[in-house]
Each structure stands twice: as C-alpha cells, then as structure tokens.
C-alpha cells in the first residue's frame, strides 16, 4: 500500500474510546440510578463481545501465523495497548459501581449487598435459600496439576482455596454458578423499608463450609474467562454453508481463549496456581472485581418502579399513514420517511400485512439480516405466502451471534413455501431492502432502510426507512436482488449506491466535488453521520477534502480512526452521541453548490462494509424530506447534553460548558419534539 503522509487510530483502540464513552453514560449523576446501571450492564456486554471477536482475532492471527494485514510486532503492540486502556477502564467500572452507583441504591432504599456475610435478619433465609434453591446444584470439581478441567465462556465460576482442618494440607476447587437454575440477584425479605438483594455469589461463598465440610476456607475469588465466538468459514461452498455454519456455531463454545479474567483482590501466589492449573498465559490475564458478569446488572430487580427508571416517550403515529388507512395508497400519493423508535415500528408491519393480503400484489422480495424472536415480520410473509404471492427472502446466516436464530427462521420459511436464498460465498449481506411488485403495471413499492427488520431492535435502534413507489428507485432495488439470487447480469446503479459496484466511486466523486467547489471560490460542506469509520482510503478522502478547505462535521458513534486536529484534519469535527436510543441510522450528506445531496444507508464506512459485503445506500428526493433530515443532522451537531467531541487524543470531551450557560440541547428528546410538531 502506498505510504501516506497521514495518521490514523487505531481501530480497536478507537472502539474502547467509546465503549469508555457508554461508561460515562453510568457516570452521569442526572440520570435515574436503573438508568446508570443499564449502562453499566452495556459497557460490561460490549466488552465481552469485544474480547470473543476482535481480542481473539489477533490471538488468533499470531497462533496461525497469519499476518497478512499486519506484522505480529504490530499485533502484539496492540494488544499490549487493549490490555493497558481496559485496566484502566476495568478499575474506572468498579470503583463506579461501588462508590457511586451502590450509594445511590441505598440512598433509594435499595440495599446490594457487597460482602458475603449477611444481617443476622436474613441469616436464616440465606441459609434455606442456599440449601434448597441452590446447593442440589453444586458440581465442585478439584483443582489438581495435571488434571485438566474445561471452563465454559461467558460463565462465571469461583475458585477456593481450603486447608484439611486435621493436615492443614491445602486443596483448590472450581464452582460453576449455575446461572440457569437460579437469579443471579436474590431477593431477601425486605427490612425496615428497605428492600435487599444479594448476588447468588455472595449466597455461595457464605455457605462454603457447607459444601466442604472438614476444610478450613482460605479464600475464595471469581474468575471467568472469554473465547473466540467468531465463525471462520475457509472454504464457502453453497451447497453445504447451512451445515457448516450449524457445525462452527456448536464449536464456538471451545473456542480458544481470549481472556482470563479474574479478581484483582486474588492473592499473586493463588492465581499463580490457577494460572498453572489452567495453562493460562501471563498475555491473557485482565482485571476484574468480586463480581464479573456485569452485564446482568440490567437484571436487577426495581422495586420502586418508573420512580428510579428514565420513562421512554412512546412511539408516534404517522398522520398521512393513518389518514389514508392504507400504506399502498399513502405512498402512492408521496414518499414517506419513518423514523424509528420515534415513529411506531407496526407501520412497517401494516406495510407488509398489507401487501400479504392485496390481491394485486404478485411478489415480494426482501432481505433479512437480524431476525426477532416471534418476528410478525416473518408472520406477515408466512401469511403472504399462503395467500399465494411470490416471495423471496434472502437470510444473512452469517450475522453474527443471529446465526442459529436465522437458520431456524428460514427453515420455517421454506416449509411454508418461501423462497430462501442463503448467503454469499465470500460476503455478507447488510442492505435492508424490501420491494413489492404488483399486476398489470400497477406501481411497486420499495422500502429502504438503514436499520434491520427486527421490531425488537426497532425499539431501541434510532433509524431511518423510506417507503417509495418511485419507478426508478424500484428498479434498482430489484437490480440488487438479481445480485443476490446470482443472476448473470450487470447491473447498472444510476440513483442506489451499492457496496462492491459503485458506492465507493460514487463517494470518492462526491468528496472531491465539494473539494472542487471549494477551489472555484464556493461553499464546500459534508456531513456524514455512521456507526463507524475505518477505511483508511476514504479516511484519506477527508483529509484532502478537509485540506481543500471543505468544512467537515463527522457523527460518528463507534469506532473513528480519523485523527482530527492535525493539519490535514483541521476542517474536520468528529461528535459522538450515546443517548437512550442507540445512533444507528447512517445520513451522508454533501452541499454540492446548493443542490444538497442526501443519502441513507445500511453501510458504515468500514472496511468490510465497502468491501465484503453487499451494502445499500438510497439518495432521499423529495425536497421536504430531505429537509427534515437536515434538520435532525444539525439538531444532533448542536446537543450539548449528551454529544462529545472526539479529540485528538482519542478522549471523549463533551460539548457542554457550564460557564457559557447554553440551553441544554438533549439531540434525542429534541428530535422527537421535531417530529411531533412536523406531523401537526
């Protein structure tokens, strides 16, 4: 690759900047005490996940050799600099947790308990609860050298250390919390107005002697450990992907290990022996607490209700949609944009039931990446179906984690008589495109997203969709399903950009535009918003651009290996937004001398988006809805609330400056007043 005179981040060491982003989230003393835990439980899920795919890909590129895109110097340096930024972050986490958050709890009657000896009021019930509930449970499994024992990931278990009381002779053990038979937060009888939980750890330890009668108990400390969760496929062959992906799936529970997390209170000489019993490297070693798997902080029980919880504004109509009592003819008489969770998430499935039940309607086709559990989008089409229409779904198998939930998804469709096209050899497929066709040249429908087909996911995920009979547009969305059904064809994409065809060209171009605009005297102006940013060409495009005096904003939520602040960046300002919704819609915008081009897309700008995977992005035509979307971008370069700036040192610096008493902007809660007061 040709050398450039530019820095860049680095991706995974971006991605901690925001998942220590989500942190600060629990950090914020404003919110509702549950609020703050949800957050806590996101940093923790984020990190695990963090830990099963990308900290294990590079272990993974070192054990096979593979240094293809990096030298294994350069790979070992990075994870030197993961295992650094997340002990600093992991001390950050506790010492949240237990000075801040757990105060707050009891400052609300709610009481944790943080040490395993209960009040002598809950002795007994701790004690029956133990014996009853939990114990029949119990297969401790003695810790010997040479005796090798398996260690599930994302469980979490307890290693004791004993000594006989008649020898003295010391003996270690490993307990498995079983999570699946009990809480991990217990309810105690509540006490004086206060109401008590306590972890099903704690349970555990202060009833160890029962579990190992005749030995002194010496100390007692979680650890758990992380796997590579990734599928590898060497070999895509079409004919057996189904097979081999349910093969890989089952597998992905003995992965190799990634990390090995344990009690930072652990005495050196007792993880030592541990480490020995389990052939775990010095490299692998990451702190944690008393209590790991916080991720189940979410699971907490709120005894108080919506009193210590942020209440969720509840999802709007669509005024046109409803007046019309008919999606087909609404969209008929004008594009419409739905923005979820702001707007209701059952108009996509109205959509959909409607088109299952239009005697004129002949085919369907749409693509599927992330399926719901229970989805009544996948109803609508099983119903579509049987009303005798054509349809065809194309499943992702490889989305990750999704992968057993989609497979037994499309079964279910091909029973019913569904076309299923499965995926791509080599590629994935992350459009979210739907198209409807109709008899007699009665107008098709497209809808067009940035957002999955999951109505869970749509609860939370703030996207955008656009419902369209325009002529054009359809044609192009069909041109895509052509590609994934592998039909010989070449397709020509004039208004649709569509990864792996023409979507880098085309952004390439537009870039440059504005960089030419710019150089001819004019105004020069993009703003892009994504969930990532990493592909060093077009991070490369922005800093000519931004050389060229066009004036940059970037909203980017995850990862950004763009550098700002150097001089070839100084145009460019980068704003990060987590907020109660996840930012998940992906807007590019370009100025273009006044003629504003707009686009939505499924497509951040990653590498493997642009490169491995079949994306879309749709160009927004209509004059009013394109000014709504400009109104929402610059809504969220204006929050002071909840939007940091990224600075050159990767920190989070939030916009917000006491002394300059702004009016607080809070993006999210604004944009929703937006669309309240647009639909009047």
């Known amino acids: 690759m040709e050398k450039t005179p530019y820095t860049y981040f680095k991706r995974d060491v971006s991605w901690l900047s925001f998942n220590y982003r989500v942190l600060l989230e629990a950090a914020d003393r404003t919110s509702p005490v549950y609020v703050r835990l949800h957050f806590l439980s996101i940093y ?40 650094t930024e997340v002990n600093r972050q992991q001390q950050a986490f506790y ?12 400052r609300q009657g709610i009481y944790l308990y943080q040490e395993a000896k209960p009040q002598p009021f809950h002795e007994e019930f701790v004690r029956n609860y133990f014996e009853e509930e939990v114990f029949p449970f119990l297969s401790p499994v003695a810790i010997e050298t040479g005796l090798r024992t398996f260690i599930r990931d994302r469980r979490l278990y307890l290693v004791v250390r004993m000594e006989r009381k008649t020898t003295r002779e010391p003996h270690y053990a490993l307990i498995k919390i079983p999570y699946a038979k009990v809480p991990r937060f217990v309810p105690l009888p509540a006490h004086g107005n206060v109401y008590y939980y306590m972890f099903i750890d704690d349970i555990i330890r202060v009833n160890l002697p029962h579990v190992f009668p005749g030995y002194e108990i010496t100390g007692c400390y979680s650890i758990k ?18 097979q081999t992906i349910r093969r890989k799936v089952k597998k992905r529970k003995i992965g190799a290990l990634s990390r090995f997390m344990y009690d930072s209170a652990m005495p050196a000489d007792f993880l030592a022996a541990v480490c020995r019993a389990f052939h775990i490297a010095e490299e692998d070693l990451v702190l944690g607490g008393r209590y790991m798997n916080l991720q189940d902080l979410s699971k907490l029980p709120n005894p108080k209700g919506d009193l210590l919880t942020q209440a969720v504004p509840p999802p709007m109509c669509v005024p046109c949609l409803d007046r019309m009592a008919s999606v087909f003819r609404a969209v008929e008489e004008r594009d419409v944009l739905l923005h979820f969770p702001y707007q209701s998430f059952d108009y996509l499935i109205g959509f959909l039931a409607e088109a299952a039940s239009d005697p004129e309607v002949e085919e369907i086709k749409i693509t599927q990446y992330r399926v719901a559990e229970n989805s009544a989008v996948i109803d609508t089409l099983l119903r579509a179906a049987g009303n005798g229409k054509r349809v065809t779904v194309f499943v992702e198998l490889k989305a990750r984690f999704d992968e057993e939930n989609n497979m037994s998804t499309a079964e279910r469709m091909e029973q019913a008589g569904i076309k299923i096209i499965y995926s791509i050899p080599g590629l994935k497929v992350h459009a979210k495109v739907a198209v409807i066709l109709r008899k ?19 609860k939370t995920y703030s996207d955008m969709a656009l419902l369209t009979c325009e002529r054009a547009i359809i044609a192009e969305a069909w041109q895509v399903f052509s590609v994934l059904e592998g039909e010989p064809v070449e397709p020509q994409f004039r208004h649709l950009l569509v990864a792996r065809f023409n979507m880098v060209p085309e952004l390439v171009r537009m870039m440059r535009r504005e960089t030419d605009h710019v150089k001819a005297g004019r105004k020069g102006r993009i703003i892009l918003k994504m969930n990532g940013l990493h592909d060093e060409r077009m991070i490369d495009e922005l800093y000519r651009a931004s050389e060229g005096g066009v004036e940059i904003d970037l909203i980017v939520r995850g990862i950004c290996c763009l550098v700002p602040n150097q001089p070839y960046s100084r145009h460019i300002r980068i704003t990060r937004i987590v907020d109660m919704y996840l930012e998940h819609a992906r807007v590019w915008y370009f100025y273009n001398d006044g003629a504003e081009d707009v686009y939505l897309s499924s497509a951040d700008w990653m590498n493997r988006n642009l490169h491995r995977r079949i994306e879309t992005a749709f160009p927004i035509l209509v ?42 902007i809070r993006a999210q809660e604004a944009i929703y007043e937006y669309i309240r007061k647009r639909s009047r």
Request: aromatic letters at 8%.
């Open 44 to 83: 923790a899920s984020n990190l695990e996940e963090f830990y099963e795919i990308r900290v294990a890909e590079h272990r993974g590129a070192i054990l096979r050799r593979n240094y293809a895109a990096e030298s294994i110097e350069v790979i070992e340096s990075t994870l030197e600099e993961i295992t």
């Open 95 to 106: 010492r949240l947790f237990h000075e801040d958050v757990l105060p707050e709890l009891r």
């Open 225 to 242: 450990i992380s796997r590579d969760a990734d599928i590898y496929l060497e070999e895509e062959n079409p004919a057996n992907m189904l």
């Open 440 to 458: 007699g040249g009665l107008p098709g429908f497209a809808y067009l997203s940035t957002g999955n087909f999951n109505e869970k996911t749509a």
């Open 623 to 664: 004059p009013d809805i394109k000014r709504e979307i400009l109104d929402i971008l610059q809504i969220q370069l204006c929050d002071n609330v909840k939007a940091c700036y990224i600075d050159e040192r990767l920190r989070n610096v939030f916009k917000h400056d006491p002394a300059a008493r702004q009016s607080p």
